[in-house]
């Protein structure tokens, strides 16, 4: 998979929902380490902690990257709330539908993690209180990332295979995902392979990004999404009300998930799905997948893997022989 775009959107995207502190802190990190920048966590009474390809970084009151807890800079429960205070526009009332999942998505498709006092009300959540902490999940689009594995996904000018994505988690799944919906809806050229219709179920937000209903993240132009909607269900809304020829969606693992995926299969409509797991046999120890593999209804697997950073491209196999084909241990 290509190296992450430039940080340079991502910095002006993210800065301003941090105090002025944090802020001059998060400044003077080196760009380098914006580039790949993929979460910034605050834990009030604790050190101020990146997330990035290179793994956990704790960070200094200088922006710097020290070895020790006590030499990192200390959040402050007034830094974490006046974080949530920017993220949410000083209001967690109109937030509250989002904070009953925990996390509130911000323009650009960041989603911002919450933790603190849970409030139920006959045991579902209705919000949150007393907030503690904030991880700050940076949305980023990889154009491009699906260039090596798309020549095996797709044949003709208009058809694609039935393609589910399985790796462990952090391994660019969705990364790689988002990028097969953009070229499958924009096209692409150089296969003499044309635009088609994709939906998308984006029930954690993850893929598009949406803020108010709208994607943040290229999707592609011939893209309809249901953000935050049930993956089960938005299939089936979108094939009532949107004729797509692909329906696009993350993490699928519910019995209820397989059985739309049969009734997408059975209307002509082409699926392209992400799991976790590691391996094949890794699929058949999940007695839903299982079934999947055993019906054949995935016609291509894509293996990612952890190798010399995330998306690291570790087979393809063809889901009727279940056998590689031929592509394997290359970075996509």
Not at 16 to 37: C, D, K, T, V
Not at 159 to 176: D, E, F, Q, V
Not at 250 to 267: P, Y
């Amino acid at each position: 998979m290509p190296a992450s775009q430039s940080g340079g959107r991502t910095h002006g995207d993210v800065l301003g929902y941090f105090p002025a502190l944090l802020r001059s802190i998060l400044e003077r990190l080196p760009p380098s380490l914006w580039s790949e920048l993929e979460e910034i966590r605050l834990r009030v009474g604790k050190p101020l902690v990146l997330g990035s390809a290179r793994g956990e970084i704790m960070v200094g009151a200088d922006g710097r990257a020290v070895a020790e807890p006590h030499q990192a800079y200390r959040v402050g429960e007034d830094d974490v709330a006046r974080t949530v205070e920017l993220v949410t526009g000083s209001s967690l009332y109109a937030v509250e539908d989002e904070l009953r999942q925990g996390f509130v998505t911000v323009p650009g498709g960041h989603r911002v993690g919450l933790a603190g006092r849970v409030v139920t009300d006959g045991g579902a959540v209705r919000t949150m209180k007393h907030l503690s902490g904030v991880n700050f999940r940076i949305s980023r689009e990889v154009p491009g990332a699906a260039d090596r594995v798309l020549p095996w996904l797709v044949h003709g000018s208009r058809a694609t295979y039935n393609t589910l994505i399985i790796s462990p988690p952090g391994c660019g799944k969705t990364t790689l995902l988002r990028d097969l919906v953009r070229q499958f809806s924009a096209g692409v050229p150089r296969l003499g392979f044309a635009g088609l219709t994709v939906g998308v179920v984006d029930e954690r937000s993850e893929i598009a990004g949406c803020y108010r209903g709208v994607p943040q993240l290229d999707v592609g132009p011939r893209t309809d999404v249901l953000d935050g909607c049930p993956k089960a269900e938005g299939m089936m809304m979108l094939l009532r009300a949107f004729s797509p020829d692909v329906i696009a969606t993350d993490e699928i693992g519910r019995r209820e998930d397989v059985t739309a995926l049969e009734e997408m299969l059975n209307a002509g409509v082409k699926i392209l799905a992400t799991a976790h797991a590691a391996s094949l046999d890794e699929l058949r120890g999940r007695p839903v997948l299982r079934y999947i593999l055993r019906r054949r209804i995935i016609e291509r697997f894509v293996i990612l893997e952890y190798a010399r950073g995330p998306g690291a491209l570790k087979a393809i196999i063809d889901g009727h022989t279940q056998r590689p084909m031929g592509v394997s241990a290359c970075s996509s």
